[in-house]
């Protein structure tokens, strides 16, 4: 019973994380936050919700390929999140300042977005 | 003469058997089937790749010479730094999650450009996937001991500024302490140094 809350609890955050990516994805001005939003905020949240479905299947084979997962994400994420953020400087996209949007707006990081039609 | 020979024969043949009941395990635990047949599919392919992949295999693992008792000691040592990582890690996420979801997302990218002394390629890999994986934070690119990051909010970048991160890598390595690097905050792709 204290392993299922365990369990709920960990999947319950582990979805939060995964949320607030996801938000972060749309929220966020240009590519380089973006891949903070969604290849860092999945690793905890990935870490989480593995961790919980890995306590709520007990000692099974389930749970040893639950852990694999685990270990292949940690592994590459930093490596394709590198590969995304490499590639697009050089490019040579720039990436998004606070001071570039001084010129207009009231100072939110969402005006700017909204000038940039995003 | 034979006998250094044969040693190292021996340590090749370790490394490659390692390999290959590392493979078998990792199929039957994707397979979870025990049956006589899967098995035997399981071994064949295996030794298949195992045989493909010898040389890659061989040439990751550090020659005897290299390898002292220091060896083991560095795989503890790596080990209990996974620990201060994963704190790292739900801190930075925390942080990460509070500018995502505040109204007015008081976010203020910029790129850093900073050295490290660490000498050990290794170690400079291990630096930047531990600065990846922090959130906050992104490795853009690394050469030569350079290293440009981008962060989100300056602060999230503090562990690099402040060198704790390098020392707690160089400590797995036993390289020297290093002062806090010399940091360069650019805001375009211009402002980079060469």
Redesign the interface.
Known sequence: MILVILAAVLMVSGAFFLTVSCIGLIRLPDVYSRIHAVGKSETLGAILMLGGLAIYNGWTLTTARLLLILLFILLANPAATHAIARSALVSGLEPWTKQKKQTGGNGTAEDESAQQGE | MKKVANRYRRERLTIVALEFIVLVL?WV??S?RFQVKYVTLGVISAGLVTFLTRDLVLSVFPHEAERDSRFFLRIGRFLAYLPWL?SR??I??LQ??YL??HP????????LQFRTGLKRNLARVIV??SI?????T????LKDGRY?V?A?VPPSASDITEATLQNKVGEIFMEEREEPPASHWA???EELEE
């Open positions: 990792f635990i994707l979870g994963l890690i739900v930075a996420n990460v999650a995502v979801l007015r997302m008081p976010i203020a990218p910029a790129l930047a996937n990846t994986l922090t959130p906050g992104i490795t853009v690119s440009i981008h989100l805001y375009s792709i």
